[in-house]
């Protein structure tokens, strides 16, 4: 009986590990291309034959700037990130757990901004934007998007799940309200903080609808920008598109496995809930 369970699990693990190469083989594939000449693409090459220049061309072409669109990309998501991390959990917190007037209509209104394709308040974004002068500057790149009703509902869920004893408690023993959210309730929902910042840097880090509407001046692209318009420059050259796309996805990737078993500790904790 044991060897048969032994066999079930074997079995199991290799059509597990069958279908991940399965699917990592488009990216593999990516990743192998980019270190190729153009004149080697579609065709199998050892190890001598693989180049970097196609990533040094990246960086020391002054045709366009990377290492600065890179820091731009770095600069805004960080600030995205750091502001979803403080707003979104503090507006979660105050519809879970804090009773003032008008709480159903804001949690509705959430709830329904979370069924609005950004596409339609693109152009009042932009509106807005451009009014208060933000347009090619980080402002407009970050401040509209330090908060997301997707990550506040996610919140909150979990918030609803922490017993109310505990702010209770934090109470008894001095603490504010804020006090108790900051130094309870907000370190107990670290694995859901760290799942929305895994989606918060995917989003950010990939964007290219908002930095491409907001911005038009080359020294404030960033990556996925830029290396889109270097695409226009080399359609043809598959092996230099390729490292572009490794380039932006790789960072994405890292993240994720460096948090991937909190990412999936907040999408068990985070569940829809009452």
């Given at each position: 009986m044991?060897a048969?369970?032994?066999?079930?699990?074997?079995?199991?693990?290799?059509?597990?590990v069958?279908?991940g190469?399965?699917?990592?083989?488009?990216?593999l594939?990516?990743?192998?291309?980019s270190?190729?000449?153009?004149?080697?693409?579609?065709q199998?090459?050892?190890?001598?034959e693989l180049?970097?220049a196609?990533?040094?061309?990246?960086f020391?072409n002054e045709?366009?700037?990377?290492p600065?669109w890179?820091?731009n990309?770095?600069?805004?998501?960080a600030?995205?990130?750091?502001?979803?991390?403080?707003?979104?959990?503090m507006?979660?917190?105050?519809?879970?757990?804090?009773?003032f007037?008008?709480?159903?209509?804001i949690?509705?209104?959430?709830?329904?901004?979370?069924?609005?394709?950004?596409?339609?308040?693109?152009?009042?974004?932009?509106?807005n934007?451009a009014?208060?002068?933000?347009?090619?500057?980080f402002?407009?790149?970050?401040?509209?998007?330090?908060?997301?009703?997707?990550?506040?509902?996610?919140?909150?869920?979990?918030?609803?799940?922490?017993?109310?004893?505990f702010?209770?408690?934090?109470?008894?023993?001095?603490?504010t309200k804020?006090?108790?959210f900051?130094?309870?309730?907000?370190?107990?929902?670290?694995?859901?903080l760290?799942t929305?910042s895994?989606?918060a840097?995917?989003?950010?880090?990939?964007?290219?609808?908002?930095?491409?509407?907001?911005?038009?001046?080359?020294?404030?692209?960033?990556?996925?920008?830029?290396?889109n318009?270097?695409?226009?420059l080399?359609?043809?050259?598959t092996?230099?598109?390729?490292a572009?796309?490794?380039?932006?996805?790789?960072?994405?990737?890292?993240?994720?496995?460096?948090?991937?078993?909190?990412?999936?500790?907040g999408?068990?904790?985070?569940?829809?809930?009452?």
């Open positions: 044991a048969k369970k032994r066999m079930t699990l074997i079995s199991i693990y290799a059509l597990l069958l279908f190469l399965l699917f990592a083989l488009p990216f594939y990516t990743i192998y291309t270190f190729l000449t153009m004149k080697d693409v579609n199998f090459s050892g190890i001598p180049t970097v196609n990533y040094k061309m990246y020391t045709a366009y700037d990377v600065r890179l820091l990309t770095v600069i805004m998501t600030l995205v990130i750091l502001g979803n991390l403080v707003i979104n959990p507006t979660a917190f105050a519809l879970a757990k804090l009773q007037a008008g709480k159903k209509v949690y509705w209104i959430v709830v329904g901004s979370m069924m609005v394709p950004y596409h339609m308040i693109l152009i009042p974004v932009y509106v934007v009014q208060l002068g933000w347009l090619n500057s402002w407009g790149l970050t401040v509209p998007f330090l908060y997301q009703c997707l990550y506040i509902f996610m919140l909150r869920q979990f918030f609803i799940s922490v017993p109310g004893e702010i209770e408690a934090a109470r008894l023993d001095g603490l804020m006090g108790a900051w130094r309870i309730v907000y370190p107990l929902a670290k694995s859901s760290i929305m895994i989606l840097f995917a989003g950010t880090w990939n964007s290219y609808l908002i930095p491409s509407t907001l911005v038009n001046v080359p020294e404030m692209y960033v990556l996925v920008v830029g290396l318009s270097v695409k226009d080399f359609f043809e050259n092996p230099l598109i390729m572009g796309v490794v380039l932006t996805t790789l960072p994405i990737l890292i993240f994720f496995f460096i948090f991937q078993k909190q990412y999936i500790e999408v068990s904790s985070s569940g829809v809930k009452g």
